[in-house]
């Protein structure tokens, strides 16, 4: 089979500097949503017709972009116009299919039915419709499809038909050719219109089946914010709806968003307001407060993350426990119960099984060892304002508070830091480092008071 997506049309109505099939639904943009629903059915062929937006459009669909041949259509003179630009690339033996850039949500169970329904004929994919204003009518006579009129050309007995195409079709490539040829700008738009297409093939003697899809959202297409919007919000519940069905707990299944994969083990809970991002994988029994951002990141069964924390690229182990309020770095490594606190920053570290980081402190480029304290307000200097450097912290180490540990620097097994000390050497194992001005008491001192 070949697909093609028409996706060149200049989305005037965004009023954005942003090609149209680029802007994001789910965090990624509409036509990689689109691609992967063709990917699904293994065609032999993806051609994109792109246009506005040149090489941001190719390069925003960059992963197995070798698959994908880019065809460009300038200028852009209608749908029909922009198939016919890729006929010369689509395989003659296999019927081609039609899909728009900006219609992200379909389903490749609904084409695949598409696909069969057409054969070796043809087959469009309608909807019915309360309001069908704006789209091209289906004509059927005595049931059978006859042809499409558009909006701007339909009667007022045609503009009153419900049931719309939604521009996703399958069409005999070999026949291609002749009908494109023959088709004509001659209309309201002074387009090339693709539907026409359908009067051509039962002039012929051609069937042309008509498809329903599961659900009409799968048709909806993005011309405003307001419909990208809209349509996030729909994807979103049914990713929702996904997740439950797999028995994850979610507080509100209209208040979470999730833009890439989440994986979940077995009783998830999910709190209101969380955003993930990207691949993330929640273990069995991990709990994730409200108002979390989660991104690349793999978190093991039974931790809980409290409210407000801010986790990137991170690999949480078993039975921690993060925040509030906690920000984890990329390239931290969290090992089995460890204790994260709120208003903890942790960047490029591995901190080690039982250790806790409780309160108020950052920890960057660290490499922290079992059952080690870090007293509230402790900082790592690990930037010297040209190059970063590394502290180690090893097993058992107590940090009071409001420690600096100027990098590079080794805190040996077992060693107490006094509170306040600026650690500029190694402290040895097992004994107790301080650094600080010693505490006196001036006898009789006066408060100075205010001159008269
Ligand atoms: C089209 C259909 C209409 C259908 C509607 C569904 C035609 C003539 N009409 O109308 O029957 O109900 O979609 O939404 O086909 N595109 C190009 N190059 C062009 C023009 C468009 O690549 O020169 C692409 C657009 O990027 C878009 C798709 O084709 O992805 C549809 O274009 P659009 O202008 O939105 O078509 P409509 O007029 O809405
Ligand atoms: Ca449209």
Redesign the pocket.
Known sequence: MNIV???????KRMHSDTA??LHALAGRPLLAHVVAAARELSPQRICV???HGGEAVRGAISRGADAITWVL?E????????LAQALPHLKAGAPTLVL????PLIRAATLKRLCAAAGAGMAVLTVELDDAN????VVRKAGAIER?V??KEASPAEQAIRE????IMVVPTAKLKSWLDRLSNDNA?G??????IVALAVAEGMGVAGVQPHAVWE?L?V?SRNQLAELERIHQQNLAGELMGRGVTLADPARIDVRGRLACGRDVAIDVNCVFEGEVALGDRVSIGANCVIKNTRVAAGTRIEPFCHIEEADVGANCRVGPYARIRPGTLLAEDVHVGNFVEVKASAIGAGSKANHLAYIGDSDVGRNVNVGAGTITCNYDGANKHRTVIEDDVFIGSDTQLVAPVRVGRGATLGAGTTLTHDAPAGELTVARARQVSIRGWKRPVKKK
Do not use: F
């Open positions: 997506i028409l996706a060149a049309g200049q989305g149209k099939v017709v792109y246009g259509q200028p852009q003179l209608g749908t029909g116009h922009a728009y850039g900006d219609v704006g789209y091209g009518r499409i558009e909006q719309v195409n939604t521009g738009q387009e090339y219109y693709l539907t026409d048709t297409g011309n």
